[in-house]
């Protein structure tokens, strides 16, 4: 319980004090007009009040990833504490604050083409293609899980498929509609039952006092399955949003386009990462709870959903575990809605296709929903098709952080002066060894099974060197480069 309290405190002294640093590095200034007061278009260039920004943005961050993938993450033992602590304060929401305030600053544009301005054209072309992919695997994903819980839950006797309809038509209304109009106002609905979820869970931990590991009772492999699961890099996999996500970087130009002040972006993106952590540890000390030897029931074989609907039944009353349900979904849908509008977002810039006119934003949506009900379909089909999908989602999302990190860490060696590009060249060394490593230690997803473990943490340690070399070699400091 004291490393948990810890956890939390070391997340907000890093908002106040590593944040203030990062926002000064960057350069905030609030008199600088923002692309929603300068090319205001009614659908996504929008301006509305900070507190709403920030809170679609911690909703459309905090999917199920910073739940479930805490929960996964958790079965490693109290090094996932320590990875969502300190993976937020020094990597996720540096590259959340970062990757928004660029955008910010050149007319709200999306992630594929801050990676193009500075990692040159032939990622952005790659990444275009790649990050609608992702998107389309997030919607998949996050359609999937509140679905099983819906129907699980509320709705036994109900054909699954009926709930994938309706969030799938939910989905396709808030992509198309003007970004005030629909997600804008019921937002704080959802905010009120993912905040009602964590708070239910912190007051359990008062009521209950479980015996949550203690970081300083070590930090071994707890994995039931450790052989097969080393903590590097696997854990830092399998937390796919909870410390650093790329997803994220693909909602910040969403709310980079409704800004009205450059000072707003450390509580909206760096504020809103450290809430995610926050979120992420509550979960993962509770999982960590159930999974250990005192758990008062079985989790044998026990997933993220199944994890989630076990610890609310367990704790509270039906009242109360209802609430943390619908928090956990509405985690989900709020992820969901937006990864598929930031799909047709990248088309449309892609394509230059004008979003304003309704039958635009159709033109590039359909499609879009088409792949990701083929893909919903393979996923509840097969028994082991979600599993599929989680597992290359989680792998794509740390790789997109990966690509993100060293766009701008390209901006900060050119645009600083001093050392300061080190603030993200280090978390991009750290998780291009994560992503690397995956590739090839990985039985199951990757080479592992065909790689001895040695080789496999060798070729990903070449790779993280030969990137590094590469950076130094390319890119050089650029005095007075206009922004």
């Known amino acids: 319980m004291i490393s948990f309290l810890l956890g939390v405190a070391l997340l907000i002294i890093g ?40 809170l679609i943005q911690f909703l459309n961050i905090a999917g199920v990833g910073p739940i479930c993938g805490a929960i996964m993450g958790a079965q490693f033992g109290t090094a996932s504490f320590l990875w969502i602590v300190l993976g937020s304060i020094f990597a996720g929401a540096v590259h959340d604050y970062l990757a928004g305030m660029m955008s910010l600053r050149d007319k709200g544009c999306s992630l594929p083409e801050i990676h193009g301005k500075y990692l040159g054209n032939g990622i952005k072309q790659f990444m275009r293609f790649f990050m609608v992919l992702l998107m389309i695997l997030v919607g998949v994903v ?151 030897p005192d758990s008062p029931v079985d989790t044998t074989g026990k997933g993220g959903p199944a994890m989630v609907g076990l610890i609310a039944e367990t704790w509270f009353t039906p009242a109360v575990a209802v609430i943390t349900i619908l928090g956990v979904i509405s985690a989900a849908i709020t992820s969901g809605d937006t990864a598929l509008r930031s799909a047709r977002l990248i088309v449309a810039d892609f394509l230059h296709v004008d979003q304003k006119p309704i039958r635009n ?19 509840l089909a097969d028994k082991q098709g979600f599993d599929v999908i989680w597992r290359y989602f989680a792998w794509a999302n740390q790789f997109l952080a990966t690509i993100t990190l060293w766009a701008i860490t390209v901006y900060l060696r050119k645009n600083k002066s001093g050392a300061w590009f080190l603030l993200t060249l280090l978390p991009a060394l750290f998780m291009t060894m994560v992503t690397s490593c995956f590739l090839f230690v990985a039985e199951k997803e990757g080479l592992g099974s065909v790689l001895m473990d040695a080789a496999g943490y060798a070729i990903g340690a070449v790779i993280t060197v030969l990137a590094l070399c590469f950076f130094f070699w390319k890119y050089k400091p650029v005095k007075n480069e206009v922004e």
């Open 142 to 292: 996050f359609v999937n899980t509140p679905a099983i819980l819906l129907n699980t839950h509320f709705t036994p006797h109900w054909n699954i498929y009926a709930w994938v309809i309706i969030i799938l038509g939910y989905y396709l209304i808030a992509t198309l509609l003007p970004i005030d109009k629909l997600i804008g106002r019921i937002y704080p609905v959802f905010g009120f039952l993912l905040m009602g979820m964590a708070v239910a869970i912190v007051v359990a931990f008062f009521l209950y006092k479980p015996a949550i590991p203690e970081v300083w009772n070590g930090l071994q492999n707890a994995h039931p399955d450790a052989a097969h699961n080393p903590i590097f890099p696997m854990m830092f996999i399998s937390i796919a949003c909870g410390a650093i996500s790329g997803f994220h970087a693909t909602q910040s130009p969403l709310m980079a386009r409704c800004m009205t002040n450059e000072k707003q972006g450390r509580p909206i993106f760096y504020g809103a990462m450290i809430t995610e952590g926050i979120v992420a540890l509550i979960w993962a000390a509770a999982a960590a709870y159930f999974f250990g």
């Open 15 to 54: 908002y106040l004090v590593y944040g203030k640093i990062v926002e000064r590095v960057f350069g905030a200034d609030p008199k600088r007009e923002t692309p929603a007061q300068y090319m205001p278009d009614g659908v996504d260039y929008v301006p509305m009040k900070p507190w709403r920004i920030f």
């Open 361 to 379: 934003r159709l033109v590039v949506a359909i499609p879009i929903f088409l792949i990701t009900a083929a893909m919903l379909v393979f996923s």
